[in-house]
């Protein structure tokens, strides 16, 4: 599973393996005319035990790995799988905490010390009904190995999970829906535990008496920009952070009946994306934004129109390709150039979590209430 290098540079040596190619031309990333392009074609159907439902997933490009959360009805039985992005077969399974739902990865090499490189594989999964975040580290072995699970407070409720790879210091972010609060996580050493906590404040409080608290639920880090996003499904609204302070540095509030659920970030085009769904969750929208401020120092969004409520979105850094799951059995396409949805490719049923390996070009798709995951050709 880990790779060597000789004499690997400081900076290079800093940043995931898959994303040093980043800095290539648009044209060598794959950035074709959209006309160029299919649409996202069905490839395989992955199936898990007859009792599972899967929830959320990852991929880890540099292995071609895809990781995905599933538990039972009941929660008696929470599992992460692991599967082969070449043959589509699961490898392996390993035990996590009761109602897994967010999954990340973090993959690269980074300056532990001087001149001494670690090499780091970690897959972190939030596991709501026990509060913890599940560790699970594949740095130098095949993938065999058990996780361990970190405590995040009692009654926190861990939602999503997102990993800021950028420069020596790599850090996990965890929404907390019921604490209020996010996580921050040493990617280095996740199983210190939690090493900071970012209060998520409410985004109306009334003008007299107690503030309600807000419940993050989707987060999206910008590592280029050093700024993280939080969907608040209390008041409806986007956080802006600032990875360094903490601090909120800018905002935008919806209405109460429109929530925001999955996030995801463009750090190339430094684009966010926040899906929304809104009762009676007929019609729904994604949400742009590039961090600039319009009246009241608010986040500018601009939003792209889709037909069904909007659970999960996942980037294609390389194409430029937003995909984003919905109540429709389908995956939204939308071309992140223009913003235009370019239409829609169908799944499996309840689709949830969604994620996208930017080498091999496929997108896959936990469908929630089958014991299967969809694979489709981006």
């Given amino acids: 599973m880990s790779e060597q290098r000789s004499n690997p540079d400081a900076r290079t040596a800093a940043l995931p393996d898959s994303r040093l190619v980043e800095s290539a031309p648009a044209e060598l990333r794959g950035q074709e005319k959209e006309h160029q392009r299919p649409m996202p074609q069905a490839l395989a159907t992955i199936s898990l035990d007859a009792d599972q439902n899967p929830t959320g997933v990852a991929v880890d490009p540099e292995g071609n ?18 599967i082969d992005g070449v043959t589509n077969r699961v490898l ?10 967010g999954v990340a990865v973090l993959r690269g090499f980074y300056e532990a010390r001087p001149h001494t490189f670690l090499s780091v594989n970690h897959v ?42 950028s420069g020596r210091d790599p850090s996990i972010y965890v929404t907390n829906y019921n604490a209020g609060t996010v996580a921050v996580i040493d990617g280095l050493n996740p199983y210190a535990g939690v090493k900071a906590t970012i209060t998520v404040p409410p985004m109306n409080p009334p003008p007299t008496g107690p503030a309600p608290w807000a419940n993050p639920h989707g987060i999206a880090v910008n590592p280029t ?5 939080v969907g608040d499904q209390q008041d409806g609204g986007l956080f802006e952070f600032d990875r360094a302070t903490h601090s909120v540095v800018a905002k935008h509030s919806f209405s109460k009946i ?51 409520s909007i659970t999960q979105v996942a980037v294609n850094v390389r194409t430029n390709r937003i995909y984003a799951t919905d109540g429709l059995r ?26 996208v390996n930017d080498r091999t070009n496929r997108v896959y798709v936990a469908n929630s209430t089958s014991n299967t995951v969809s694979v489709l050709a981006g």
Avoid: K
Avoid at 94 to 101: E, I, K, N, Q
Avoid at 225 to 229: A, D, F, S, V
Avoid at 330 to 341: E, K, M, Q
């Fill in 225 to 229: 920009t050093g700024r993280i996003y």
């Fill in 258 to 308: 429109e929530f925001l659920s999955g996030l995801a970030a463009n750090f190339t085009t430094g684009r966010i994306y926040a899906g929304r769904s809104s009762a009676p969750f007929t019609t729904s929208r994604i949400y742009m934004t590039d961090g600039t401020r319009g009246p009241g120092g608010q986040l500018n969004l601009q939003p792209i129109t889709v037909e069904a």
């Fill in 92 to 101: 392996s399974s390993f035990a996590v905490g009761a109602s897994p739902l």
């Fill in 330 to 355: 389908r995956v939204v396409v939308i071309d992140g150039t223009t913003n235009n949805v370019l239409g829609n490719a169908p799944v499996g049923p309840d689709p949830l979590g969604i994620a």
């Fill in 65 to 82: 790995l895809v990781y995905v959360a599933s538990s039972n009805l009941g929660n008696t039985t929470n599992v992460l799988w692991v």
């Fill in 124 to 165: 972190f999964v939030a596991c709501s009904a026990d509060d913890t975040l599940w560790v699970f580290d594949f740095s130098n072995t095949s993938v065999s190995s058990a996780g361990q699970s970190v405590s995040l407070g009692a009654g926190s409720q861990p939602r999503f999970v997102a990993v800021d790879w």
